[in-house]
């Protein structure tokens, strides 16, 4: 598993509120992730950081924000969680440039209500 | 929009038997990886191919892709019980416009090998 943590591992929140997920590694990989995943859409890439307090968006970016402070740390930020958000939130990593393969974390199952 | 698209989207089939999962893509890889997810877990790595390979073997699996098709299968050969899972092809291409290589994956097959 690569060593990585994701907490919460579940959580429920009303609409509107603001939600921070956390995704911690002990790898001292470069790349992280953030991906949602949802019946009959697969992985959806969220965010991604390429390097301490580099990110940039991925295809399903609108209603959250990142942060990478230092490399062990990922979060994620809902502003003002709604319905549509309620998932299964997955964090993963990459090593480097050349090394291809991700490894991801248990994951997060967000509801919000 | 999904990039890889993996056919069938449910398989099953008895221990012992061979299960073969297709992926087909859109646009130009670096390569093309799967994963594979038990119920309520997190994805596992299981295999990467590159785009100029055409075939790769590990263990009980094997892989192949054909770039002009763009499409890849997945062969588990004499499948277990604890084969029993979703498989998801991924395809990592660069970013649009950028230098970074993201993946995208495909909705999975969910696989089911009974006892």
């Known amino acids: 598993d690569a060593g990585i943590t994701q907490s919460p591992r579940h959580k429920v929140t009303e609409t509107g509120t603001p939600v921070t997920l956390r995704c911690h590694q002990t790898e001292n990989h470069r790349y992280m992730y953030w991906y949602r995943q949802d019946p009959g859409h697969g992985l959806r890439l969220i965010h991604y950081s390429y390097g301490v307090k580099d990110t940039d968006k991925g295809e399903v970016s609108d209603g959250y924000s990142v942060s990478r402070s230092k490399t062990e740390d990922f979060l994620l930020t809902l502003e003002s969680a709604t319905s549509s958000q309620t998932s299964v939130y997955f964090c993963?990593?990459?090593?480097?440039?050349?090394?291809?393969?991700?490894?991801f974390g248990p994951g997060t199952r967000l509801t919000v209500t | 929009s999904q990039q890889g698209e993996e056919d069938p989207q449910a398989l099953s089939i008895q221990e012992g038997e061979n299960a073969t999962m297709n992926c087909s893509y859109k646009?130009?890889?670096?390569?093309l990886q799967w994963y594979r997810q038990n119920s309520g877990r997190g994805l596992v790595h299981l295999i990467l191919?590159?785009?100029?390979?055409r075939e790769k073997h590990s263990g009980r699996l094997r892989v192949t892709l054909d770039t002009s098709k763009k499409s890849s299968s997945l062969l588990i050969t004499a499948s277990r019980a604890a084969d029993t899972a979703s498989y998801f092809c991924a395809t990592d291409g660069l970013v649009s416009g950028g230098s970074n290589y993201k993946l995208t994956f495909g909705k999975g097959t969910l696989l089911t090998v009974n006892p």
């Open positions: 993963a990593t990459r090593a480097g440039s050349y090394s291809y393969e991700q490894y």
């Open positions: 646009t130009s890889i670096n390569n």
């Open positions: 191919i590159r785009s100029n390979e």
